[in-house]
């Protein structure tokens, strides 16, 4: 079988695992919230595998990756992907997941668990990638992906979550004005799974007062 394909199939095992896990473990009622008020700050922390597509070849590769959130909403990002054949590179950039605010705000939450979180989870990336070549490289990054949550707690320890993303790197340079010698753009298909913190900020006193005292 081929490397490619012995990917492909990792993968999709890993998925469908995940799938019926997270269905297993998240279906609780929510409010549409589901603590971002009471610990408004996320760190994630992340590690895991995929691959580098090369000439039409997956290359297996290693991936880890932290990212800081602002009520699951916007954030920071920084990720590093280590491969034998694509080289290494690193990632910083801004994580924007619209869907919350959007579905929250105009109340079409589902009110299943599960199910929104997977939608608010969908996140849209953009930054710099450093390619650790030793030529000091930089190219521009975009990537997007979703997560399934795992498992839940409401506390600290905000969770088990596997997230599935891709990410697209362009090292080739605007100006070149010849035909590159060599590819400089790639995409990374990647499985990280995910612990994430939360932490406890002031985002619930910005709601206003909702009953006039008496």
Same mark, same amino acid.
């Given at each position: ?9 990792? +993968? ?7 799938? =019926? ?8 009622? #929510? ?9 408004? !700050? /996320? ?8 691959? /580098?597509?090369? $000439?039409? &070849? ?5 991936? #880890? ?9 916007? #954030? ?27 579905? =929250? ?11 929104? !979180? ?32 795992? @498992?839940?707690? !409401?506390?600290?320890?905000? #969770?088990?979550?596997? *997230?599935?993303?891709?990410? @697209? +790197?362009? /090292? $080739?340079?605007? @100006? ?7 590819? *400089?753009?790639?995409? /990374?298909?990647?499985?990280? =799974? +995910?612990?994430?913190?939360?932490? &406890? ?8 007062? *909702?009953? *006039?005292?008496?």
């Amino acid at each position: 079988m081929a490397r490619g394909a012995r990917l492909g199939v990792i +993968v999709g095992s890993v998925l469908i695992l995940a799938t =019926f896990s997270a269905s297993a473990s998240a279906q609780r009622g #929510g409010d549409g919230l589901y603590g971002r008020w009471d610990r408004g !700050l /996320t760190l994630a922390l992340g590690a895991g595998g995929g691959g /580098t597509w090369l $000439d039409g &070849k997956a290359d297996p590769n290693v991936l #880890g990756e932290a990212r800081f959130l602002v009520a699951d909403t916007a #954030g920071v990002v920084l990720s590093g992907r280590w491969g034998p054949d694509s080289g290494q590179h690193l990632f910083v950039g801004v994580d924007l997941r619209p869907l919350f605010p959007a579905l =929250f705000f105009l109340y079409k939450q589902t009110w299943n668990e599960f199910a929104d !979180l997977l939608l608010q989870s969908i996140f849209f990336e953009i930054g710099p990638a450093f390619l650790l070549d030793g030529d000091r490289s930089v190219g521009l990054g975009v990537g997007f992906g979703f997560a399934l949550p795992l @498992y839940r707690p !409401l506390t600290t320890v905000r #969770g088990l979550w596997l *997230r599935i993303a891709t990410r @697209y +790197v362009n /090292t $080739d340079p605007s @100006y070149r004005n010849t035909q590159p010698t060599e590819d *400089r753009t790639q995409w /990374t298909l990647y499985a990280t =799974f +995910v612990v994430r913190l939360g932490f &406890k900020s002031k985002l619930g006193s910005w709601d206003p007062p *909702r009953y *006039r005292p008496r």
